[in-house]
């Protein structure tokens, strides 16, 4: 038998007694007369060159080869791949919100669809005694399918914890207005909460049937000049272009919320992405680093990998 060949089956000898036996690598180096040391790189090897093939079969729908491949890619911190549509990532951003470990006791949100749909998801008593700060103006218009506070509200009273609500409006008539806002201190001291959450979850928006317009904040006319000017979408009320930088400064000094380049200070970052309609933003939030954790459909995985290779 040539050298390969035994240490090939010196491998297999190692697999069966540590994953089909349980046996410890301890016990295995005494059975087989090597080193612990040796055990464990006999076991590495084996799953190098395809001798053990570890399989992961989530219970619920998941992709966990596109969650590792989009981890791999992009640098994040994880990713959440499911088949299905809106319903069925809000749902599984409800589910990974729910598990964090620790509970995070202050969780900042935006509102609109997707956040609204992932509320109606959420198990009750998910954190008990969290809070549920907004991280964008929450006061609308017109009325909306997605109440900003109804998403707040419906978030604390799941958890059994209490919603702090920005209650100003997502964009202002103009810049000194919300100047005076922001330098308000009730205003102030609640902009400062969320910037001090370490967990942050949203909806990305898509540039086309924007909840903004919905809301009444903008009109088409609005919408076709942020394309114009390169706009992919928006988040937390900023549209971006591709790279995900501003793309209408006096749009932008006139929204109030959370400034996004202050997400990538936070530990969690939950972007919460369905459909081809979001698949550029979603692409320019991951590239600028606003969000570490995307919880998305296969088909926008897919694209997102294609686009970033």
């Known amino acids: 038998m040539s050298e390969t060949a035994a240490r090939e089956q010196l491998m297999v000898q190692a697999a069966k007694l540590y994953y089909d036996l349980d046996q410890t690598q301890a016990d295995i180096a005494d ?78 949100v935006s509102w609109g669809r997707s956040m609204a749909a992932m509320a109606q998801a959420l198990p009750p008593r998910w954190n008990d005694g969290a809070e549920i700060v907004m991280l964008n103006g929450s006061t609308t218009i017109r009325a909306a399918s997605a109440r900003a506070n109804t998403v707040a509200e419906r978030l604390a009273e799941t958890a059994g914890g209490t919603a702090t609500i920005l209650p100003v409006p997502a964009i202002v008539g103009a810049p000194a207005t919300r100047s005076v806002l922001e330098q308000d201190p009730v205003i102030g001291a609640i902009l400062a909460r969320a910037a001090a959450a370490p967990v942050a979850c949203f909806g990305l928006g898509a540039i086309d ?76 939030c991951t590239r600028a680093g606003y969000v570490n954790v995307v919880v998305t459909d296969e088909g926008s995985a897919r694209h997102l990998l294609e686009e970033t290779s």
């Open 209 to 284: 049937g924007s909840v903004l317009v919905e809301s009444g904040y903008l009109d088409q006319a609005a919408i076709a000049a942020l394309k114009r000017a390169g706009a992919v979408g928006d988040i937390l009320g900023r549209f971006v272009d591709g790279d995900g930088q501003i793309v209408d400064a006096a749009l932008d000094a006139r929204t109030i919320g959370l400034d996004p380049a202050l997400l990538r200070d936070k530990p969690v970052v939950i972007g919460i992405s369905a459909g081809p309609a979001k698949h550029a933003i979603l692409r320019a």
């Open 31 to 108: 059975r087989l007369g090597v080193t612990r040391w040796q055990v464990g790189r006999l076991l590495r090897e084996a799953r190098d060159i395809g001798i053990v093939r570890i399989e992961i079969v989530p219970h619920a729908p998941r992709r966990p080869d596109l969650e590792s491949a989009l981890q791999r890619r992009l640098g994040l911190r994880d990713a959440i791949v499911v088949p299905g549509d809106q319903d069925a990532v809000a749902r599984a951003a409800a589910g990974y919100l729910a598990g964090l470990k620790p509970r995070p006791p202050l969780i900042g």
